[in-house]
């Protein structure tokens, strides 16, 4: 009996996944590029990319501020690399990117840039979501805010 190879025909070629759709992860001290993230998860066979940008703000807690820095652990990498995974592993991800800053900022820089492609909008939302929650709740990046009155505090810090 000759084996018969057979195909899913409710599966487009488009639409088989990448061996890996983590494109892009980053901690750095240099300036993050928009553009960079966005190509990052570029994949013809997704119908909705979300991107999210954090940014430094004039204000937190009713106070001015007008800068920061942030600061991260020697495992961070690894463990944005464990959150990427478990968001792949939850969602039709067919691309994911995600950029962090470390060092000064100032007002207006960016600080964390991610983004995910999938098959369609709300999946691409909903998977966007999870992944800067969870990055901000369980990679270990510190920040400390200088405020204009000269007082500084941690966030984020045990």
Not at 31 to 41: T, W
Not at 46 to 66: E, K, Q
Not at 95 to 121: E, I, K, M
Request: glycine letters at 6%.
């Amino acid at each position: 009996m000759n084996a018969v190879a057979t195909k899913d025909v409710h599966e487009h070629p488009g639409e088989r996944a990448h061996p890996d759709p983590i494109r892009l992860l980053a901690i750095r001290d240099t300036p993050l590029l928009l553009d960079e993230v966005f190509r990052a998860v570029g994949d013809d066979a997704a119908g909705g990319t979300a991107l999210f940008v954090g940014t430094v703000r004039n204000h937190d807690g009713g106070a001015d501020v007008d800068a920061l820095n942030y600061s991260c652990h020697p495992t961070a990498a690894a463990e944005l690399r464990r959150v990427a995974e478990k968001v792949v592993a939850n969602y039709p991800i067919r691309a994911l990117a995600a950029v962090h800053r470390v060092g000064d900022l100032t007002v207006g820089d960016l600080a964390v840039v991610v983004a995910v492609s999938c098959p369609h909008r709300a999946e691409a939302f909903e998977a966007c979501r999870q992944l800067i929650d969870d990055l901000k709740h369980e990679v270990p990046i510190w920040k400390r805010q200088k405020f204009s009155d000269g007082a500084e505090e941690w966030v984020g810090a045990c």
